[in-house]
């Protein structure tokens, strides 16, 4: 499954999809919430192309154009858009010319966008597979890795406070998905961590994994300490370590593709991917029956319907080991949401430089936790940017931090007030 926009290919009907998807962006408060700061980066532009293609559309479209952004998950309002737009612009060559220009405008800053898959129908509901389900199906004779050196360890931070959530089954999604790997599973460690107040979840993910560290924290997830957790107290002496989010579902040659581009001996790390689609709720439910069910054919990104982010710094991060303790890990004065993969790519980037490479990446659904129209919090305006390590005397991924036995720093007591 090769996740791409739906306007990287050519001819008048994708150019109508992709208009027909920024009216459901623009008018679709969930796909919005998807990132909620890239929309506000871009959601002038992308009112102005709205209007250009009413404009332009005239009293033709203009009807549909309403009825869609009055209704933007409404497929029928969809298709009908995007058909009678696809007839004008292979009729009105002037038409086309304007609208593929005001859809290019749109290059200059959005990073999302709305993606409704060609193939998308009036389906009868999947039944989503249960996470005990997924595990069931997870071929446990295959031989885990021993002590020594492998290729990499995958660490997948985790927090899920029940069951309906929908963390869990992602999780579960993610571990199948990275369990029958075109690689020997004896060639990669799973690391999962799970901070939280007590390990609820260690019974159930603990035998899918390799290395199972719980990391005691009440407050705000720190996704950052987490990983260094992992990293520090369940990694194996491996040369690469990939930051995995338990919420992605990968395809069977993602970890020999991503390890391959380790053999060019000048390349530090990288993100395996230029897009990801974060599918909907039916989306997912889908992607999860094709890809961990009986058949595992896997589903086409036209199946699915969800919204695009463009390069981003958050889900998935390869790096060599020795860039990962020269730069001290992540930042763990971010707790709570955001800003620790921005601070962590920058300095990737500083210390030892990261690729970006053509390939897509699918997203789970699962609730949030914080109101999706929320800002990001105050004090990350005021953030000390790239400066980790605060104290290079104090070890990273210490799992007492939050225990009492050993109080943080005074810059990062000061942020947490506010994170």
Same mark, same amino acid.
């Given at each position: #499954?090769?996740?791409?926009?739906?306007?990287?290919?050519? +001819?008048?009907?994708? $150019?109508?999809?992709?208009?027909?998807?920024?009216? =459901?962006?623009?008018?679709?408060?969930? &796909?919005?919430?998807?990132?909620?700061? #890239?929309?506000?980066?871009?959601?002038?532009?992308?009112?102005?192309?709205?209007?250009?293609?009413?404009?332009?559309?005239?009293?033709?479209?203009?009807?549909?154009?309403?009825?869609?952004?009055?209704?933007?998950?409404?497929?029928?309002?969809?298709?009908?858009?995007? %058909?009678?737009?696809?007839? #004008?612009?292979?009729?009105?060559?002037?038409?086309?010319?304007?609208?593929?220009?005001?859809?290019?405008?749109?290059?200059?800053?959005?990073?999302?966008?709305?993606?409704?898959?060609?193939?998308?129908?009036?389906?009868?509901?999947?039944?989503?597979?249960?996470?005990?389900?997924?595990?069931?199906?997870?071929?446990?004779?295959?031989?885990?890795?021993?002590?020594?050196?492998?290729?990499?360890?995958?660490?997948?931070?985790?927090?899920?406070?029940?069951?309906?959530?929908?963390?869990?089954? /992602?999780?579960?999604?993610?571990?199948?998905?990275?369990?029958?790997?075109?690689?020997?599973?004896?060639?990669?460690?799973?690391?999962?961590? *799970?901070?939280?107040?007590?390990?609820?979840?260690?019974?159930?993910?603990?035998?899918?994994?390799?290395?199972?560290?719980?990391?005691?924290?009440?407050?705000?997830?720190?996704?950052?300490?987490?990983? /260094?957790?992992?990293?520090?107290?369940?990694?194996?002496?491996? %040369?690469?370590?990939?930051?995995?989010?338990?919420?992605?579902?990968?395809?069977?040659?993602?970890?020999?593709?991503?390890?391959?581009?380790?053999?060019?001996?000048?390349?530090?790390?990288?993100?395996?991917?230029?897009?990801?689609?974060?599918?909907?709720?039916?989306?997912?439910?889908? &992607?999860?029956?094709?890809?961990? +069910?009986?058949?595992?054919?896997?589903?086409? =990104? *036209? *199946?699915?319907?969800?919204?695009?982010?463009?390069?981003?710094?958050?889900?998935?991060?390869?790096?060599?080991?020795?860039?990962?303790?020269?730069?001290?890990? #992540?930042?763990?004065?971010?707790?709570?949401?955001?800003?620790?993969?921005?601070?962590?790519?920058?300095?990737? %980037?500083?210390?030892?430089?990261? %690729?970006?490479?053509?390939?897509?990446?699918?997203?789970?659904?699962?609730?949030?936790?914080?109101?999706?129209?929320?800002?990001?919090?105050?004090? $990350?305006?005021?953030?000390?940017?790239?400066?980790?390590?605060?104290?290079? +005397?104090?070890?990273?991924?210490?799992?007492?931090?939050?225990?009492?036995?050993?109080?943080?720093?005074?810059?990062?007591?000061?942020?947490?007030?506010?994170?």
């Amino acid at each position: #499954m090769v996740l791409r926009d739906a306007d990287g290919g050519s +001819g008048s009907h994708l $150019l109508a999809r992709r208009l027909a998807g920024c009216v =459901v962006l623009s008018a679709d408060p969930v &796909a919005q919430s998807t990132a909620w700061g #890239m929309w506000q980066w871009c959601r002038g532009d992308y009112a102005a192309a709205v209007a250009q293609y009413r404009e332009l559309g005239g009293a033709h479209l203009a009807p549909l154009i309403d009825a869609l952004a009055a209704a933007p998950r409404d497929l029928t309002s969809f298709r009908a858009l995007t %058909e009678a737009t696809a007839t #004008m612009l292979d009729e009105d060559r002037a038409t086309a010319a304007a609208l593929t220009d005001t859809v290019r405008a749109l290059r200059q800053t959005a990073r999302i966008s709305a993606h409704v898959g060609a193939d998308v129908t009036e389906r009868p509901p999947v039944i989503p597979l249960s996470t005990e389900r997924i595990l069931a199906g997870i071929d446990s004779s295959r031989r885990r890795p021993a002590a020594g050196p492998v290729l990499a360890t995958i660490v997948v931070p985790f927090r899920s406070a029940g069951a309906d959530d929908g963390r869990a089954r /992602n999780l579960a999604a993610c571990l199948a998905s990275l369990n029958d790997q075109d690689l020997p599973r004896d060639q990669y460690r799973v690391v999962i961590v *799970e901070s939280d107040t007590r390990p609820r979840w260690k019974s159930v993910f603990g035998p899918y994994a390799d290395s199972y560290v719980f990391a005691y924290a009440p407050g705000r997830f720190n996704k950052a300490w987490t990983v /260094n957790c992992g990293v520090v107290h369940g990694g194996g002496p491996d %040369e690469l370590v990939c930051v995995l989010d338990g919420d992605l579902l990968l395809e069977p040659g993602f970890l020999s593709r991503s390890i391959a581009r380790f053999e060019d001996d000048t390349l530090q790390g990288h993100w395996p991917y230029q897009h990801v689609l974060f599918a909907d709720g039916p989306s997912s439910d889908l &992607a999860v029956e094709r890809r961990c +069910g009986p058949d595992r054919t896997g589903a086409d =990104v *036209e *199946e699915l319907r969800g919204t695009y982010l463009h390069r981003t710094p958050g889900g998935c991060v390869w790096v060599r080991r020795a860039l990962f303790d020269r730069m001290a890990g #992540m930042d763990e004065r971010l707790e709570g949401w955001g800003g620790e993969d921005n601070d962590f790519a920058w300095r990737a %980037e500083l210390y030892g430089g990261l %690729e970006r490479f053509d390939t897509g990446l699918l997203h789970l659904h699962h609730e949030r936790t914080a109101p999706d129209t929320a800002d990001r919090p105050p004090a $990350l305006d005021v953030f000390p940017w790239c400066t980790w390590p605060a104290d290079s +005397g104090s070890p990273i991924g210490d799992l007492g931090k939050y225990s009492g036995e050993q109080p943080g720093s005074p810059l990062g007591t000061q942020l947490g007030k506010h994170l």
